[in-house]
C-alpha cells in the first residue's frame, strides 16, 4: 500500500508495506546469523568515509552503520521508517541503502538542504522513497496515517545541555583547545526546539511529541531513541531517565536498553575527577532505548 496525501502543502508518495517475501511474523529480513549479532547488548560501529563528522554542519551525529543496524532489526524492505528529528539525514541515507521508505522532519532549513544533498548524491533505490521535510515534529501527525510508520528511529535533542559554551573536557592536552572550543554547540534557538529546554520541559515536550506519534506506529512497531547522558555543574543529568518516563507515560513499552560502544572511536580520552571524584565519560558511551507499541 502506498500512502498518498496532500498534508500541509507536501505530497507524499510514501510506501508502506512489505516489498520482500519474509513470512508475516518475521520482524525483519535477517538471516538467522546476523540476528545473533544484534542480539548483543553492547553495539560498536565505526564511521565510514559518507558519515557527516563535521560539527559546523551538525553538532551530533551518529553513524550510518548504526541507522542501518537499527532498521535492519526492526523492519522489512518497503515499510515506512519514520525520524522525526531528522538532522544531517543519517536515518535516511540508512534507509534509501536498505530500501525503506523513511520521511523526517526538522525545524532547521539547513539541515533539510543537507538531507536532500546527501540523497541527491545516491542512487535511486529500488521501490522506495526517502525525503526531508521543514517542520515541527509536533505536527507529524498532519502528514502521516496513523499505523503506517514501522519504526521510529532519531536522536533528539539533548535538552538544553548543548545549549552552552563547549569545553571540551574530554579532550586531552592541546586537542581541547580546537576549533569547537568554547563554541555554543545547540542546533537552533527557536522557541520550538527541545535543545533549549530544562530537563524537566524537555521531558514534558518529549511526551507530547511521542504522544503524537504513538498512533502512527504500527501495533508492535519499534521505537529506537539514542541519548547520552551528561554532565553539568558536577552532576550526572540522566537524559535516557527523562526519555523512559516520557515514553512510557504515553503508552510505549521500553523493550531493549542497548549501549553504543563509543571507545574505539574515542581518542586521547581527557582525565575526569583524578584523583578523588570518579566519572564516567559520556562520549565513551550512549543508550540505545528500544520501545514498542504494546
Known sequence: MAMLAERSGVALNLGTERLCECPPKHINCMTA??????????????????????????????????????????????????????????????ARDLN??????????????LCHDRLEGMDEPAGS???????????IEEYLE???????????????????????KSRRGSERKNDQYLKTEQYSQDARDLGILDLEAYQEAMADIYGGLFPLLKERGHCVIDVPDMWLDNRRITIHTAVVEALRSVGYELRNTIIWDRTNIVNRV?????????????????YLLDFWKP
Open 146 to 168: 496513523p499505523e503506517s510508520v514501522s519504526l521510529v528511529l532519531t536522536s533528539p535533542p539533548y535538552a538544553n545541555l548543548l545549549n552552552r559554551p563547549r569545553l571540551n
Open 33 to 94: 546469523k546476523e540476528w545473533i549479532k544484534s542480539q548483543l547488548g553492547v553495539w560498536q560501529f565505526h564511521y565510514e568515509s559518507r558519515d557527516i563528522r563535521d560539527k559546523n554542519a551538525h553538532p551530533a551525529t551518529y553513524p550510518i552503520a548504526l541507522a542501518s543496524r537499527c532498521i535492519s532489526l526492526f523492519t522489512h524492505e518497503g515499510e515506512l521508517v519514520l525520524d522525526p528529528f531528522v538532522g544531517s539525514g543519517t536515518t535516511l541515507v540508512a
Open 100 to 113: 525503506r521508505n523513511a520521511i523526517g522532519f526538522d525545524l532547521k532549513d539547513d539541515y533539510i538542504d
Open 270 to 286: 581527557g582525565i575526569f575527577g583524578w584523583p578523588s571524584n570518579y566519572i564516567t565519560m559520556g562520549t565513551t558511551f550512549e
Open 129 to 139: 522513497m526517502q525525503m526531508a521535510i521543514c517542520g515541527d515534529a509536533r505536527s
